[in-house]
């Protein structure tokens, strides 16, 4: 496989490459501090994931994070014609299979993000085909856009029918639409998990470095700023 890096580290795949790049299993190993007790599986990224592109024309860079055996990918792109402005997308197969699906809804013909609460009950939320790409901002803000503002947020998300999971970002703002990935954490089948839930302290006290399942990816998607 073939790919540059920019100075963020992440691996920017040309599109052609992006099907063998999933299949040879190939990933950017990030250090993470994860630990887990009886119902959380928290991973803490340090240094934050930063999820901005660079490049106009319609492109996205994005990240993987793995939620056990399940993926997530987290994305940006800049405007084809004008980089000052940029959207940012979240889907659950856009790097491998299977993916997860992510709390959202849609409207007209578009699917897009929740934004949830710090606390929100995870499994109350609606959610996206496994497959389906959320819109989190689009350029200076359309149609059902969540994640618009500067500041944090939280996704969420469900896989293997009853396990769910979050997501903290940190927004940078419209119209650009950069953003990091603070944290994520992940529950065992069944558990009710709620957003920005993490393991008591006494746990936390055991965390140790492992790999966060993170990969780069590099698509094209064609949006009009």
């Keep these: ?69 399940h993926n997530l990918t987290l994305a940006h792109g800049l405007g084809t014609t004008n980089a000052a402005t940029g959207y940012a997308f979240a889907g659950g197969e856009l790097l491998a299979t299977p993916g997860v699906q992510i709390a959202g809804f849609t409207a007209g013909a578009y699917n897009y993000a929740r934004n ?45 029918g009853n396990r769910y999971g979050w997501v903290r970002v940190q927004m940078n703002g419209a119209p650009l639409n950069t953003y990091s990935v603070l944290d994520y954490a992940y529950g065992d089948p069944g558990d009710l998990l709620t957003a920005g839930a993490i393991p008591e302290p006494t746990s936390l006290a055991t965390l140790a470095l492992g790999a966060a399942g993170l990969a780069a990816w590099r698509g094209r998607r064609q949006q009009a700023a």
């Design 1 to 69: 496989m073939t790919g540059t890096k920019n100075r963020r580290g992440e691996v920017r795949v040309n599109p052609s490459r992006m099907a063998a790049y999933a299949a040879s299993g190939a990933a950017a190993s990030f250090g993470a501090a994860s630990v887990s007790n009886a119902a959380i599986t928290y991973v803490d990224l340090t240094p934050d994931v930063v999820i901005a592109d660079i490049a106009v024309g319609g492109g996205g860079v994005g990240t993987n994070f793995l939620f056990d055996t």
């Design 116 to 160: 949830l609460a710090y606390g929100a009950n995870i499994a109350a939320e609606a959610f996206l085909a496994a497959n389906a790409i959320g819109t989190l901002a689009y350029n200076g803000g359309y149609g059902g856009d969540e994640f618009l503002s500067a500041g944090q947020g939280f996704l969420g998300v469900r896989f293997s």
